[in-house]
């Protein structure tokens, strides 16, 4: 116990001093404190003055409320609601070390994000990766704020940065899914501290980091503000509440790991059912009003656009939950209680990139071809793959993820009912939108999040496996991870 405890706080350390000098070495600036002050014109007179600075930007009260409720929905999401879901899908035996472990890992990624997690994804250093601005949540205040997407807009900075905690924390616990019943807890931590600093940071700042539209006049000004934001921004990726940055990131560092922790004993020679469809439901059914903050908090403000993101997280999801029990009906000849409840995430996986940029008719097509695909996702599509990813984390949020992603492409046209692209030079929403080119950008945004995702999560899972051993022993495993990682029996008979 005491053994793998150091290395895990040994890794960890590693893992952070690493980040923080690659940080020093690439990052040409940091970002400032605050926000740059906009000075008002100077008033003639026949003595030249100093300039007044113009009042200070207060958040509005009613955006802020909405934001610290929203933060709360997304807690909600992962605990209780994943970690119902996930439990439900395990055998009796395994229940409450996937309890445990979403428990655990919301809360050091939690910690981890104070410490260096936030300022590594939301402050200005480079195109890939942030500075040290914020380190330990430095120079935070009840008083600082963070710009919106709307111009003189912002709200608290503390706000802000919880709210994109709760994020980092439910990407971070959707991966076990992947490799569910088979892995040691020191080594799920161990690869946690190293794939949330390696690819989850880096694929946030590249998707999500911008200075704010506030100082953009001009075209001029737009090139500068757009030359300090993440890689992925600067080409013009669209992500509302990040079907790059959790799911696709997520997706396929699960299925690194079910490849490279192996199958689990039993797998495809014996039956391996969920043990208690009851709490899948339940979960399931928590996801959905979680992601109501999730998708509608991701507008930042208490505004239309939240409101777009709100009513098609209800349509999109409703869609796919009848895509997937239908086609299920059709295919196996009855629906099931697992069916809708999987095409329930599906549909909440797939609308997240799309949330705020679609119109309603396009979320519903966007749900119902989700609850069809997905259903193949974790069918067909695993079977080809030849995984055993224990409760389908790619066939649902990988296969789910990249179709909102190349969605949002297409439904974003205001053709379509979408909200198109704005031009924060113009205010008002750029007449010309092209699906194709718009297609080709989505498509730079899946690809690099699957590559950069997939190698740093193998290289993690490697060296972990070496430090510590990735996989319990075969006893332990037959035995169940509840008695045998944690001396604990859900079910006292």
């Known amino acids: ?90 055998r009796s035996k395994n229940i409450l070390s996937i309890l445990m472990q979403c428990m655990v890992i919301f809360s050091l990624i939690t910690v981890l994000w104070a410490i260096y997690g936030y300022s590594f994804a939301f402050t200005e250093g480079g195109a890939f990766v942030g500075g040290l601005d914020r380190l330990f949540l430095a120079g935070m205040t009840p008083d600082s704020v963070a710009a919106t997407f709307s111009k003189g807009v912002v709200i608290p900075e503390y706000v802000f940065m919880a709210f994109q905690a709760v994020f980092a924390t439910i990407t971070c616990c959707l991966i076990i899914g992947s490799f569910a019943e088979r892995a040691k807890f020191s080594a799920i931590l161990a ?50 509440a990040g079907g790059t940055v959790v799911h696709i990131n997520a997706a396929i560092a699960g299925l690194v790991g079910s490849f490279v922790i192996g199958k689990r004993l039993g797998y495809g020679k014996e039956a391996i059912k969920p043990h208690n469809l009851v709490y899948v439901m339940t979960g399931a059914s928590l996801l959905w009003f979680g992601w109501f903050g999730f998708n509608a908090g991701s507008a930042l403000e208490a505004n239309g656009s939240a409101a777009l993101a709100f009513v098609n997280t209800y349509l999109a999801t409703a869609a796919a939950v009848l895509g997937w029990s239908f086609a299920e009906w059709v295919t196996k000849g009855k629906p099931s209680v697992l069916g809708a409840a999987s095409g329930c995430v599906a549909g909440l996986v797939a609308i997240t990139p799309a949330a705020g940029f679609v119109g309603p008719m396009g979320a519903l097509v966007i749900g119902l071809l989700a609850g069809v695909i997905c259903l193949w996702g974790v069918t067909g599509l695993k079977k080809l793959l030849g995984s055993d990813d224990s409760l389908d984390v790619f066939g649902v949020h990988g296969v789910g993820g990249i179709l909102g992603a190349m969605l949002t492409g297409v439904f974003a046209d205001p053709a379509l009912g979408g909200t198109g692209i704005y031009d924060y030079v113009a205010n008002a929403v750029a007449p010309d939108y092209s699906i194709a080119s718009q297609l080709w950008i989505q498509s730079q945004g899946v690809i690099t999040t699957l590559i950069w995702s997939g190698v740093v999560s193998f290289i993690a899972f490697k060296l972990v496996d070496i430090v510590i051993g990735l996989r319990v022993k075969e006893d332990e495993e037959r035995e169940g991870l509840d008695i045998s990682s944690h001396g604990e029996s859900a079910y006292e008979s």
Do not use: C
């Not at 350390?13 to 020093?24: N, S």
């Not at 009613?62 to 994943?82: I, K, Q, R, Y």
């Open 191 to 240: 690869f946690m501290a190293l794939w949330f600093t390696f690819s989850y940071l880096p694929i946030a700042h590249m998707v999500w980091f911008w200075p704010g539209p506030d100082d953009i006049k001009d075209a001029a000004s737009l090139e500068a503000i757009t030359a300090r934001a993440g890689w992925l921004w600067q080409k013009g990726v669209l992500d509302f």
């Open 1 to 90: 116990m005491l053994t793998w405890m150091k290395r895990l706080i040994a890794g960890s350390a590693m893992a952070l001093a690493i980040g923080a000098t690659g940080i020093m070495v690439t990052s040409p600036a940091f970002a400032d404190d605050a926000k740059p002050a906009v000075s008002a014109p100077a008033a003639a007179a026949a003595t030249p003055a100093a300039p007044e600075a113009a009042p200070a930007l207060v958040p509005n009260k009613g955006d802020t409320a909405w934001m610290l409720v929203s933060t709360a929905l997304v807690l909600l999401m992962t605990v209780p609601g994943l970690a119902l879901f996930y439990g439900g899908l395990t």
